[in-house]
């Protein structure tokens, strides 16, 4: 069982920055790839960005790209979302997910673990 505890949400103006972090209760850096996730008022949850094991490989929603970097550090088992240029659109509850390859997590189709989520709000 791994638990994934999100931090760094808040309350920036649009054109601001913030960055996420999640840390993980076990090693994940050989077992799993991590993402992020993010949850608006009365919509589904839309994947954001996806890093690979090593922290070579990434993977954006075109929504995000440019703008959000996702990165890790595996000796402090610690997945970042790094935010810039924030817009009002981006204003969600953000979650952080470990799951199997890239494109699995990007889908949804498999995510192992689920973190309990960041308020990030952006005001116009």
């Known amino acids: 069982q791994v638990q994934l505890v999100e931090s760094g949400g808040g309350l920036v103006q649009a054109g601001g920055s913030l960055r996420l972090s999640c840390v993980a209760s076990?090693?994940?850096?050989?077992?799993?790839?991590m993402g992020w996730f993010r949850q608006a008022p009365g919509k589904e949850r839309e994947f954001v960005a996806a890093?690979?094991?090593?922290?070579?490989?990434?993977h954006y929603a075109d929504s995000v790209k440019g703008r959000f970097t996702i990165s890790r550090d595996n000796g402090k088992n610690t997945v970042y979302l790094q935010m810039n240029s924030l817009k009002p659109e981006d204003t969600a509850v953000y979650y952080c997910a470990a799951g199997g390859t890239i494109p699995a997590v990007a889908t949804g189709s498999r995510v192992d673990y689920w973190g309990k989520g960041t308020l990030v709000t952006v005001s116009s």
């Open positions: 076990a090693r994940t850096s050989s077992t799993y790839v």
């Open positions: 890093i690979n094991r090593s922290g070579y490989s990434t």
